[in-house]
């Protein structure tokens, strides 16, 4: 058995469509998902693409993916890295694939001097928070997401009142 991590390459866009609408249908959010392949090859491997991407590999074969991001702390006054996506096929769950990924990820927040690495997860997705508390991760309780899509942030964009 070999596990390899490398970087995604746009010849890699096809699967990690699958795995982002695989990832998705495990989250209950299916319907969410309006991207497409052609989206995922111009956003991701565009030339000055803010996102990067991550494909494991099992004897060559891609079982997982993951899409980050470089943030930035400014009470840490450094970069960090944000994990957006991170997934591996259920049959391929537990052989060290998510705990390979999150290294990668690790080794290249140290190697340039990030002063974290963060991710969110879903609150019933314990299985993932055992996971992730296994590796010493802790949960950011006291921090609340917000997020404004679709119509709510069209109307704030354009100074507009929200419908009730």
Not at 21 to 40: G, K, M, N, P, Q
Not at 108 to 133: H, M, Q, T
Not at 147 to 157: G, I, K, V
Request: hydrophobic content about 45%; proline content about 5%.
């Amino acid at each position: 058995m070999s596990l390899v991590i490398r970087p995604a390459a746009p010849s890699d866009a096809a699967q990690i469509y699958a795995f982002i609408t695989e990832l998705a249908v495990y989250e209950r959010a299916a319907h969410e998902v309006i991207a497409s392949v052609d989206d995922v090859t111009r956003t991701l491997f565009a030339p000055q693409a803010p996102a990067k991407a991550l494909m494991c590999l099992l004897d060559g074969k891609p079982i997982g993916y993951a899409v980050y991001f470089y943030s930035y702390s400014t009470w840490l006054g450094k970069n960090g890295i944000y994990l957006e996506d991170l997934y591996v096929t259920p049959e391929q769950r537990g052989i060290g694939a998510g705990r390979d990924l999150l290294r990668h990820l690790a080794q290249e927040a140290v190697a340039n001097n990030c002063g974290r690495l963060e991710w969110s997860v879903l609150d019933w997705n314990k299985p993932a928070i055992d996971f992730y508390e296994s590796i010493g991760a802790l949960p950011m309780e006291e921090w609340i997401r917000y997020r404004l899509t679709d119509d709510a942030l069209l109307h704030f964009a354009e100074g507009r009142r929200q419908a009730a």
